[in-house]
């Protein structure tokens, strides 16, 4: 078992740009998390899916974020027009899904630095 | 929405002491509480969790106490070792089960 896979590991974006993170999670996971970590904010909820739904994106910045799970094997975090405040490492994370408050199982991350 | 203070943000024991972090929650609704370990340069695992059933668990060296009156949970890990440096993120379900708030971490230091 491989754990949480996140591509690419390093992501470096000129203002402007467009950035898609991957997140392939735990196979046989049915919820799919996505986490924003900063030194300031700390680790800040953006978006969750369950058996590939998405059910709550209340954290998401919601005119530049998009995520999306297409199949159950990968899901992606999508942010448009980078801007500096974006740097961050993006943090996805697995559960089994059952409904309840579940131990979740996160990736690496991938760091995003907005120049 | 539910918010979680962590009142230490760094601590430092002695090999073999016992550290302990804090926390506290505001929503009532919260009834999960878990808490995470990020060691450097790697991402967040699993270390114990509480629910609000029960006001004290344990496993091994980990020992959690949960206080719903309060509002306060906090993490008592026993006869450090050096590898139990890391930093420490508390957490709380808020009133979905599902959509974790953390806290912003303590940093342990577990000196020889």
């Known amino acids: 078992n491989a754990g949480v896979i996140q591509t690419p590991r390093h992501k470096v974006t000129g203002k402007g740009q467009e950035a898609t993170l991957w997140c392939e999670p735990i196979s046989g996971h049915s919820a799919v998390f996505w986490y924003r970590q900063t030194i300031v904010q700390g680790l800040e909820f953006l978006t969750y899916?369950?058996?590939?739904?998405?059910?709550?994106d209340s954290g998401m910045p919601k005119e530049r974020f998009s995520a999306q799970m297409p199949n159950q094997s990968h899901s992606t975090l999508k942010i448009q027009s980078t801007q500096p405040q974006d740097s961050a490492v993006y943090l996805c994370?697995?559960?089994?899904?059952?409904?309840?408050?579940?131990?979740?199982?996160f990736g690496s991350g991938t760091r995003l630095t907005v120049l | 929405g539910e918010k979680v203070e962590q009142h230490e943000s760094t601590l430092s024991v002695r090999e073999g002491d016992s550290a302990v972090i804090n926390c506290t929650y505001t929503d009532t609704a919260s009834s999960y509480f878990p808490w995470y370990k990020q060691e450097a340069g790697k991402s967040l695992h699993f270390v114990i969790d509480?629910?609000?059933?029960?006001d004290r668990k344990q496993s091994q060296r980990l020992i959690v106490l949960l206080d719903k009156k309060a509002k306060r949970f906090s993490l008592h890990i026993t006869a450090t070792q050096p590898e139990d440096s890391a930093i420490y993120f508390c957490?709380?379900?808020?009133?979905?089960?599902?959509?974790?708030?953390f806290g912003k971490g303590t940093l342990l230091t577990v000196t020889p």
């Open positions: 509480i629910r609000s059933n029960v």
């Open positions: 899916f369950r058996n590939q739904a998405p059910i709550d």
């Open positions: 994370a697995s559960s089994m899904g059952l409904g309840g408050a579940e131990t979740l199982y």
């Open positions: 957490a709380a379900s808020g009133g979905s089960n599902y959509k974790l708030t």
